[in-house]
């Protein structure tokens, strides 16, 4: 999945790829006293766009 948009705050890293079937996932890994977690979600078109304009608030 090529990667669309990634922001890194130690230990925090968010990133945003586009699925193959068009669907974006998002990624949230976090980096802390030697364990690794990482969340992804598969986001539809609307719920992409809901994410979108909350940001834009």
């Known amino acids: 999945m090529p990667e669309a948009f990634e922001i890194s705050h130690d230990p925090k890293t968010l ?3 586009e699925a193959d079937d068009g669907r974006a996932r ?3 890994t976090l980096s802390k006293l030697g364990q ?3 969340l992804d979600f598969f ?5 992409a766009q809901a994410l979108a304009t909350a940001l834009t608030r």
């Open 15 to 17: 990133e945003l790829e």
């Open 26 to 28: 998002l990624v949230l």
């Open 36 to 38: 690794v977690t990482k």
């Open 43 to 47: 986001l539809d078109a609307d719920e």
